[in-house]
């Protein structure tokens, strides 16, 4: 039901900032509970940030200050803005979509039912 792309990733030195985009298809992407994880080389999966349907926010402590989650329904697109980055930062980004309509966003990724492909960013010292 629904399709992700993300895009906006890139390389930026430390203390720059970026701005992550995930572009969604889908008939009921504002019903959709939407999130951020990143990935580095060999380590698991990591939450970044959830938004709600209603638009309740949550971000990990790790970047809680630093990145802002956001979403645009008329767009169906949702947003990581990334301020103040560092090298730890360094990974490939996901979007990730929620069917469950639950009103706090998950922060699992077994949580999430749709996946995008990704988006490298590195972060250099």
């Known amino acids: 039901q629904v399709q992700l792309v993300e895009s906006g990733g890139g390389l930026v030195q430390a203390g720059g900032s970026l701005r992550l985009s995930c572009a969604a298809s889908?008939?009921?992407?504002?019903?959709?509970?939407m999130g951020w994880f990143r990935q580095a080389p060999g380590k698991e999966r990591e939450f970044v940030g959830g938004i709600s349907w209603s638009s309740s926010t949550r971000h990990a402590d790790s970047v809680k200050g630093r990145f802002t989650i956001s979403r645009d329904n008329t767009r169906k697109t949702v947003y990581l803005q990334m301020n103040s980055l560092k090298p730890e930062d360094t990974a490939v980004y996901y979007c990730?979509?929620?069917?469950?309509?639950?009103?706090?966003?998950?922060?699992?990724?077994?949580?999430?039912?749709?996946w995008g492909q990704g988006t490298q960013v590195t972060v250099s010292s």
């Open positions: 889908g008939r009921t992407f504002s019903s959709y509970n």
């Open positions: 990730a979509a929620d069917g469950s309509r639950s009103l706090v966003p998950g922060t699992s990724a077994g949580e999430y039912d749709y």
